[in-house]
C-alpha cells in the first residue's frame, strides 16, 4: 500500500495568516495515462463527515472557496490557504487513489492562535 | 444532489456479522463511472478504507480485511450494503458510506456516517 505522510500533525495561525499542509506519499501517484496526480484534500469539522475540497491535487471542488488551493506533483504536495478564517477550523486529509488501495494521510489538525 | 444515507446496527457483540446498508439519490450504480464505497473512523483516529462496488459490479476490498468483508449493491433500491464477518472491539468506528465518480477518482460525496461499537 502506497502510505500517505503529512506535516505538521497540527498548527495553530492566527486569523487571516497563511497556512500550508505538506503530504508526502510513499511513492508517486502520478498517472502517466491520465497525466493527473491522484491525490485529493479533505477537510473534517468536528461531528461532521469529511468534505472533498481539492481532486487531481489542485482541482477545487464545486463551492470550495478559492482560499484554498492544492499543488504539488509525484510524491510532494501541500494544501494552502491563502488566509485563514474561523471556520476553517478543521483536521485535513490528504488521501491517493493512485493505488488499487486508497489511503489517507494521519491528519493536520489546523486551530486558531 | 447527491446523498447518501447509513443504516445499520449501533452495538454489535464480538464474532458477530455487521451488515451496514447505504441508501442513496441523486445518481444511478447504473451509470458508467459511479461507484460506492465504505470507509470507517475509530474514534479519534484517521480514515480508512474498507472497499468500494462499481456500476459494473467490480468490487475491490481493503487486503486487510478482504477475507471479512462483503460488499455488494441492489440497483433497483438504490442501495449498496457491506458486510464484515467476525466483528472485533478493534472494528468500533464510524462507518461512512460515499460516492466515488471515475470522473474525480477521489470520494466527493459523504454520508453522514453511522457509529457502531463492539462491545459485549
Known amino acids: 500500500d502506497i502510505v500517505m505522510s503529512q506535516s505538521p500533525d497540527s498548527l495553530s495561525v492566527s486569523l487571516g495568516e497563511r497556512v500550508s499542509i505538506n503530504c508526502k506519499s510513499s511513492q508517486s501517484v502520478f498517472s502517466t495515462s491520465t497525466s493527473r496526480n491522484d491525490l485529493g484534500w479533505y477537510q473534517q469539522k468536528p461531528g461532521q463527515p469529511p468534505k472533498l475540497l481539492i481532486y487531481w491535487a489542485s482541482t477545487r471542488e464545486f463551492g470550495v472557496p478559492d482560499r484554498f488551493s492544492g499543488s504539488g506533483s509525484g510524491t510532494d504536495f501541500t494544501l494552502t490557504i491563502s488566509s485563514l478564517q474561523a471556520e476553517d477550523v478543521a483536521v485535513y486529509y490528504c488521501q491517493q487513489y493512485y493505488g488499487a488501495v486508497p489511503t489517507f494521510g494521519q491528519g493536520t489538525k489546523v486551530e486558531i492562535k | 444532489q447527491i446523498t447518501l444515507k447509513e443504516s445499520g446496527p449501533t452495538l454489535v457483540t464480538p464474532t458477530q456479522t455487521l451488515t451496514l446498508t447505504c441508501t442513496f439519490s441523486?445518481?444511478?450504480?447504473?451509470?458508467?463511472?459511479?461507484?460506492v464505497g465504505w470507509i470507517r473512523q475509530p474514534p479519534g483516529k484517521a480514515l480508512e478504507w474498507l472497499s468500494h462496488i462499481y456500476w459494473s459490479d467490480d468490487k475491490r476490498y481493503s487486503p486487510s480485511l478482504k477475507n471479512r468483508l462483503t460488499i455488494t449493491k441492489d440497483t433497483s433500491k438504490n442501495q449498496v450494503f457491506l458486510t464484515m464477518t467476525d466483528m472485533d472491539p478493534l472494528d468500533t468506528a464510524t462507518y461512512y458510506c460515499?460516492?466515488?465518480?471515475?470522473?474525480?477518482?477521489?470520494?466527493?460525496?459523504w454520508g453522514r456516517g453511522t457509529m457502531v461499537t463492539v462491545s459485549s
Open positions: 460515499v460516492h466515488r465518480p471515475t470522473i474525480k477518482g477521489a470520494f466527493d460525496v
Open positions: 441523486g445518481f444511478s450504480l447504473t451509470s458508467s463511472g459511479e461507484a
